[in-house]
């Protein structure tokens, strides 16, 4: 079943870039964005990811936290990572593949990957905003995250 607003977010456990396990427990207790990017490396995914590398600070006030989860390897997530100095966690939903995106309802069948959209999560886990694009070539605006993070 999709993840939807007011239910509680689909239980995962995903390792970062650095083989940390990071799972939906660990984000409980704040606030947190679960942004899904289709395509490391691409222009519109680095900008989104460095826009919330940028934020944390911002975030932090706000008590959120956010992490990344692609459908790509580790060693690819933890290149990408460093090209682009991002110290955010980067999760790898890799295998079985696209499972965690899939769970949550924004896994693309056809593409391989997961759709660009990001699920606003209170300090218990649950659903309280879903920020999407209507194409992988729009990015998403950061703006909506805080005004979701703001209205919880």
């Given amino acids: 079943m999709a993840a939807e607003i ?16 990071v799972s939906l427990d660990d984000l409980k207790g704040q606030k947190a964005l679960v942004a899904f990017i289709p395509f490391p490396f691409t222009g519109i995914c680095t900008d989104e990811a ?11 006030d706000l008590d959120a936290r956010a992490v990344i989860i692609t459908a790509h390897a580790l060693p690819t997530n933890k290149r990408w990572a460093e090209e682009n100095d991002l110290s ?10 696209g499972k965690v995106a899939t769970d949550f309802g924004t896994f693309d069948e056809n593409l391989g990957v997961p759709t660009r959209t ?9 659903v309280r905003d879903i920020v999407a694009t ?13 005004e979701a993070l703001e209205a919880i």
């Fill in 6 to 21: 007011g239910a509680p977010a689909p239980d995962f456990t995903l390792l970062d870039q650095e083989r940390n396990p």
């Fill in 50 to 60: 460095c826009t919330l590398q940028m934020n944390l600070g911002k975030l932090a």
């Fill in 88 to 97: 955010l966690p980067v999760l790898s939903d890799f295998w079985p593949h």
């Fill in 118 to 126: 990001t699920y606003v999560l209170d300090a218990d886990g649950v």
């Fill in 134 to 146: 209507e194409s992988l070539g729009v990015a998403r605006e950061y703006d909506a995250y805080v």
